[in-house]
């Protein structure tokens, strides 16, 4: 999905504490048990997870995310796998005790296809934890600009109206050489949607999160669907 702007991404996203999402699997995830990192982009979760211990395998649909990645895990001192792949088409047949897809991953992508893929990979009791955008705050965020620089580039980003629960991110950089711009959308539902279509497919369901800005869920893949 992101092409020139990886190479920015980093910097951007400099002020989220990644820290949540590692302790979220700490505290769910044991150890012993393989992870698929469904949108794994630069690696700042499942690196983290890695040095942690974590058998993990991270997949993403940005060859540039993902090259940025695997620098990254050479300057850590680790090494997993990593692999491009678009969690809405099929996820191939390995299984994993555990599916990962943090950062509102499932906003922008068909999420009864991703649901189903994951199941797809999981084996029996597996676990599934993702977050997505609250539905309000999603919707408050219309309308919000905002523009920043650093020392290699600046940039604007504005977030405008898509239709109910859908936002379109405008983003525009600029570099001593360059400028461009890239567009992505973004689409999230009230979290009785989700839990609905994830018992559909065999899930059980437990809201783990639900503040004014993410929702968390951890689902587990039912052995007797």
Same mark, same amino acid.
């Given at each position: 999905m992101y092409n020139n702007f990886s190479y920015y991404y980093d910097l951007m996203m400099d002020s989220v504490d990644y820290d949540i999402f590692v302790d979220i699997v700490k505290k769910h995830v044991s150890k012993n048990k393989t992870i698929l990192d469904c949108g794994c982009g630069t690696g700042n979760v499942s690196i983290p997870l890695k040095k942690l211990g974590y058998d993990i395998v991270g997949i993403d649909n940005s060859?540039?995310?993902?090259? $940025?990645?695997?620098?990254?895990? $050479?300057?850590?001192?680790?090494s997993f796998p990593i692999y491009d792949n678009n969690i809405e088409e099929? !996820?191939?047949?390995?299984?994993?005790?555990?599916?990962?897809?943090f950062l509102d991953v499932i906003n922008y992508v068909d999420y009864k296809k991703a649901f189903k893929n994951i199941y797809n990979v999981l084996k029996d009791n597996g676990i599934f934890i993702f977050d997505v955008n609250n539905f309000d705050y999603q919707e408050s965020m219309k309308g919000y600009v905002e523009e920043d620089s650093f020392d290699l580039f600046s940039y604007t980003w504005k977030i405008?109206?898509?239709?109910?629960?859908s936002i379109k991110h405008d983003l525009?950089?600029?570099?001593?050489?360059?400028?461009?711009?890239?567009?992505?959308?973004?689409?999230?539902?009230?979290?009785e949607?989700?839990?609905?279509? !994830?018992?559909?497919l065999g899930?059980?369901?437990?809201? !783990?999160?639900d503040d004014? $800005?993410?929702?968390?869920?951890?689902?587990?893949?039912n052995s007797d669907k």
């Open positions: 060859t540039d995310m993902l090259t $940025i990645c695997m620098d990254k895990q $050479i300057d850590c001192g680790v099929d !996820l191939g047949s390995n299984l994993f005790d555990c599916c990962i897809s405008i109206d898509n239709g109910v629960g525009t950089i600029k570099t001593k050489d360059n400028s461009f711009n890239e567009i992505h959308y973004q689409t999230t539902f009230k979290k949607v989700y839990i609905e279509e !994830l018992k559909k899930f059980s369901v437990e809201v !783990l999160v004014d $800005i993410k929702v968390f869920f951890k689902c587990i893949k």
